[in-house]
């Protein structure tokens, strides 16, 4: 018996007017492509090398807002003591120049380059909102969670799927004053930490196998270096504003120019 007979003995497809002929055929064709055309159906996911980059170039630019946005305010409904009345979103972090703070700019197609940093990502609780509100983890170190509050948080990370969506990577209690818990990033991709105590705790995180990820400072300019010469798909993001992906040539011992507008949505 073939193994795309077995498949269908175990899946005991049967004809009935909801399933007849075509659709057996159809059923039966997606199968095959399954079992002789693998990358059909499941994309390769290249694993990052670390190499000697010489004569690596750069990519540097400004990421701003095409009009002034006021920031958002928090308002804060549980353990006012703690955390107070209301709090700053500091969501549209927007200077004077309309630049854009904390917008997280990767490097979405690299494979090989310099090493990563072993560097870990802390993450703290802190009056009842998270610090940093944009950071930067990379696989292989860890996540270092502080609750520096005299109240219980519920750190929780997860992978962004989209519409509102997400996978769970890690759901963290902290119930003291000062307790620390220690991670390891396993799991690549943007990720939103959150508190299940306090609904409006949010930050975002963006967990890379490579080092070629940076964020915006207050002027909303960033730069990224070492790059071997290539061509790359930058992916520019911010919690507000959504998300572009661009185009970009690389040259060796060159700097290439990315900025980008955004406007609100």
């Given amino acids: 018996m073939s193994v795309v007979s077995l498949i269908f003995k175990g899946l005991q497809i049967k004809k009935s007017k909801f399933f007849g002929g075509t659709m057996r055929k159809i059923v039966l064709g997606v199968l095959l492509m399954a079992l002789l055309i693998p990358g059909a159906l499941f994309a390769e996911v290249k694993a990052y090398t670390v190499e000697d980059v010489k004569g690596g170039g750069s990519i540097k630019g400004k990421i701003k807002a095409s009009s002034a946005v006021p920031d958002e305010t928090l308002t804060i409904n549980k353990d006012e003591a703690a955390c107070g009345s209301k709090v700053p979103a500091m969501k549209y972090l927007v200077s004077s120049d309309l630049g854009v703070k904390n917008v997280i700019v990767s490097i979405e197609n690299i494979e090989k380059g310099k090493a990563v940093p072993k560097t870990d990502l802390v993450v703290n609780n802190k009056k009842c909102v998270f610090e940093p509100l944009a950071?930067?983890?990379?696989?292989?170190?860890?996540?270092?969670?502080?609750?520096?509050?005299?109240?219980?948080?519920?750190?929780?990370?997860?992978?962004?799927?989209?519409?509102?969506?997400?996978?769970?990577?890690?759901?963290?209690?902290?119930?003291?004053?000062?307790?620390?818990?220690?991670?390891?990033?396993?799991?690549?991709?943007?990720?939103?930490?959150?508190?299940?105590?306090?609904?409006?705790?949010?930050?975002?995180?963006?967990?890379?196998?490579?080092?070629?990820?940076?964020?915006?400072?207050?002027?909303?300019?960033?730069?990224?270096?070492?790059?071997?010469?290539?061509?790359?798909?930058?992916?520019?993001?911010?919690?507000?504003?959504?998300?572009?992906i661009k185009d970009v040539e690389v040259k060796a011992g060159a700097a290439a120019t990315l900025d980008h507008t955004f406007s609100k949505k």
């Fill in 135 to 244: 950071g930067i983890a990379y696989v292989g170190q860890k996540y270092i969670i502080k609750n520096e509050d005299p109240i219980f948080h519920n750190t929780s990370l997860g992978i962004m799927l989209g519409e509102g969506k997400k996978r769970t990577v890690y759901n963290l209690a902290l119930p003291n004053k000062d307790q620390t818990i220690e991670k390891p990033v396993k799991v690549a991709g943007f990720q939103i930490v959150q508190c299940d105590a306090h609904a409006w705790m949010r930050s975002y995180v963006y967990a890379s196998k490579h080092p070629y990820v940076v964020i915006t400072d207050d002027k909303g300019t960033f730069e990224i270096k070492d790059i071997p010469a290539g061509n790359y798909k930058v992916k520019v993001w911010h919690e507000g504003f959504g998300e572009v």
